[in-house]
């Protein structure tokens, strides 16, 4: 989770947003995490969503630079990893944490991370799934599936 952590507020950084956001999350998993890349439904798929999340960072994006997302969904968390981090994605990081608390393990994964990600249906990171045509809820369920299966691995 360090490696995502560490890409997305990269990403963050240099696509010039004051804070962390979903889609942020999304494309440093996807691009860092192989059991994320398994739970897509194929090659096609997977491409299409980096596809958006590169578009995303050259520009794709622009309407939410400068933006603080917020979907309203679920309440955010007092910045659990400190300053910089949206609303959404807070509470996406602190959905992921309390998902694998109540595994039995310490730390979340990138599978807790995604099906914390894709519980918010009005999160930047969903939006770019539901453009790329992925639909989010059987993603989400694969990847809780997954993470119960395969705790941290």
Do not use: N
Not at 57 to 71: A, P, V
Not at 99 to 118: I, N
């Amino acid at each position: 989770m360090t490696a995502v952590v560490t890409g997305a507020r990269r990403r963050a950084v240099r696509d010039g947003d004051r804070h962390v956001d979903t889609a942020h999350l999304l494309h440093s998993l996807v691009e860092s995490d192989p059991a994320v890349r398994e739970v897509f439904d194929g090659g096609p798929q997977l491409a299409k969503v980096l596809g958006y999340l590169v578009q995303r960072s050259i520009g794709y994006g622009l309407r939410w630079q400068r933006t603080q997302e917020d979907s309203g969904r679920f309440p955010a968390v007092p910045e659990p990893a400190g300053e910089g981090w949206s609303p959404s994605a807070s509470a996406a990081m602190d959905r992921a944490a309390r998902s694998a608390l109540r595994r039995g393990d310490l730390h979340a994964d990138g599978l807790d991370l995604l099906a914390a990600l894709v519980a918010d249906p009005r999160c930047r990171a969903v939006e770019v799934l539901r453009r790329a045509g992925v639909a989010a809820e059987p993603l989400g369920v694969r990847a809780a599936d997954r993470a119960a299966r395969d705790p941290q691995g």
